[in-house]
């Protein structure tokens, strides 16, 4: 492992261990045998149906990319599906060092350029990010609901707020728009690695897109990423709906008892879409493993007032046992099947996560001196215009 990539977990590690410290220590009451009641008393016909959904989108990324490849080289489903199993076990298994190694397996098994597969997952994650985001308006908007009510609620609220507090900080607002003035007048002219990283990306973003040959291909690859999110949304609610109702006490500021239900059984396609949201932001945050941000969100969402009123009456132990049991199905479901179709193919993933990182190091070094050369030239010549 190189030295970067361990200074990064230590600093990820030390975030997220301040995190659940703070956490568990604002939950001094925490009812470890409630937690096992939740816990044990799942249903596994839930669980199963959950882990098939997530294996049918790992199909639906075999047959996505195989059409991504169609105008360079014509394969099948079928000679692209182990890549797909074994990138996700590497994912889970090494956290951001794995990300790559579905790109590193298509190239190499399919003799193309990893460039040109690295400009394909570029791609394919814009596709993913714009299939959630208009399922999520679909079902948050559209559709109105109670969580829409809540969000449409708390935004006029934050508005509010933010337009009362602007008549007394005008200075402080327009030093605000000087400071992001200065940003970005930094940025443009600068031609540092971060730049020239990032117009690395905006470029395999460009030659990933001409993947796509005609209208009928983009709307297929649309379609397929709808499909593809609407199964991994489908599959947390069935891992929310394998837990039973459970009845618990609670005491009331007077001194008097209430009996109430947790009901993660009634949950619906919009509560579930707000916790793939808070799930794919707390991602950001991850160790190897998908430990991390990604649970610490989902816990705080299901422990937040919008879940632990009624008609869900979630509590913090069912929450934490739901963030575990989501990221069981989610991120380490695939690894047993990853596990084994890489032994068949007689691979090491250690050794397939240092090769793909490298490589695609390798690739962005090329790309960084052309960038820097072409900021450069920018630069020279709006000097030349002024």
Known sequence: MKKKQIISLVVVAAILGALVYLQFRSWQTFDWAKFRHYTTGIGLWHIGAAVALIYLSYVLRAVRWAIFLEPTKRTTTLRLLPSQFIGFAALGLFGRAGEFVRPYLIARKEELPLESQLAVWTVERAFDLGAVLVIMFCFLVLMGGRISHILMQSMKSGLAGIAAKAQHNALLAVLGLLALGAVVMLVRHSSGKLASSFGHRIDAFKKGFRTIRNARAFVLVALIS????????????????????????????????????????????????????GSMFGSVVQLPGGVGGSQLAVISVLSSNVFSVEPYNITRELAVSCGIMLWLVTFMSVIPAGVLLARFEKLSFLRLSEESSQEEEEIEAEATPLAGSAAADTIGSSTIKR
């Open 226 to 277: 709808l499909v593809t999110w609407y199964a991994i949304a489908a599959a947390y609610l069935q891992v929310l709906h394998a837990y039973r109702p459970t009845e618990y006490t609670v005491t009331l500021p007077n001194g008097d008892s209430q009996q109430l239900t947790a009901h993660a059984d009634r949950m619906k396609m919009e509560d579930v879409l707000l916790l793939m949201g």
